[in-house]
């Protein structure tokens, strides 16, 4: 089952078929334990609404409300190599493997609603920042009681040269002003989803393929409970949360994004989250 929101409504698509409600109460719409077994009872009492399809044809909003976006980092061996790489002058290198092999792992708050963009949104890089890539990342939707009810897609969007120059910078290579993409939906299967699930990220610029990449999420080191447990051990969320995984997928250094390129994620049973990226 996946749940859009567009246009102030909440499109619920199930079995091929399409049901709506008024999305005004976003927060509680999503934040229940259960999810799948509600949205099933719930639509037992909807109409099917046979526009559903073009309502998804043009922008859709990220499913997101009131909640915080938190992003979990060097979860990939991947994430791992190429931090040290670009710590290594900054002497930070250290860090990175430590924090791989930590039992705590590395969370950071990443953004509210109004520094996140859905599907079809822009994405920005910074200006001063000279290096910058998506992470194409699996995210949770946890609910406030710290179950997984839904996955979405993230892009965790990072100025890796900023991040490189000291690891305090963090903050400031990751949090700015459309700087997370979230969606198309939230994906809630009765259950957890497959760990032969894999990632897809393809890059456009000029109408020509840039960069390309696939990871299975088989491959991070850690469990999506073992993340939430962290999270969710000092931190109380009245309306759920999302937590981006962390990358698997690191483009070559000589790759930076450039102002109009597409950025493409694309998980199986969630959909494709589409970007564009553009500049203040
Ligand atoms: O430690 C820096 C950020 C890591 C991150 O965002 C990732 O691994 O996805
Ligand atoms: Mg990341």
Redo the contacts with the bound molecule.
């Keep these: 089952m996946q749940i859009f929101k567009v246009e102030n409504l909440a499109l619920i698509h199930h079995n091929g078929c399409y049901y709506i409600r008024e999305a005004a109460n976003w927060d509680t719409f999503i934040n229940r334990t259960d999810l799948h077994q509600c949205l099933l009872d719930e639509i037992k009492y909807l109409k099917e609404f046979e526009d559903g399809a073009s309502l998804l044809k043009g922008s859709i909003d990220a499913p997101i409300g009131s909640q915080e976006i938190w992003?979990?980092?060097?979860?990939?061996y991947r994430?791992r190599e190429a931090?040290m790489e670009e710590s290594k002058a900054a002497g930070g290198a250290d860090f990175?493997d430590k924090v791989y092999e930590a039992e705590r792992p590395?969370l950071?708050f990443k953004a509210l609603a109004n520094r996140t963009v859905g599907s079809g949104g822009v994405v920005n890089i910074r200006k001063d920042s000279s290096w910058n890539v998506p992470?194409p990342?699996l995210a949770l939707f946890i609910s406030d009681k710290g179950t997984i009810e839904g996955y979405t897609i993230g892009n965790?969007m990072?100025s890796r040269v900023i991040?490189g120059e000291n690891?305090l910078y963090?903050p400031q290579a990751?949090v700015y002003d459309r700087c997370a993409g979230l969606g198309p939906c939230i994906y809630v299967p009765k259950d957890p989803i497959s760990p032969d699930t894999s990632i897809h990220i393809a890059i456009r610029r000029n109408d020509v393929s840039v960069f390309e990449e696939s990871i299975g999420i088989s491959q991070m080191k850690r469990a999506h409970t073992e993340l939430v447990a962290y999270l969710y051990r000092e931190c109380n969320f009245e309306h759920g949360s999302f937590l981006?995984t962390?990358?698997g997928i690191i483009p070559p250094d000589d790759f930076t994004l450039k102002v109009k390129d597409e950025i493409r994620i694309t998980i199986d049973p969630i959909g494709t989250l589409i970007n564009f990226v553009g500049q203040k």
């Excluded at 992003?71 to 990939?76: I, L, N």
């Design positions: 992003a979990s980092g060097v979860t990939y994430s931090r990175y590395e950071f992470e990342e965790d990072s991040e690891p963090l990751k981006m962390g990358t």
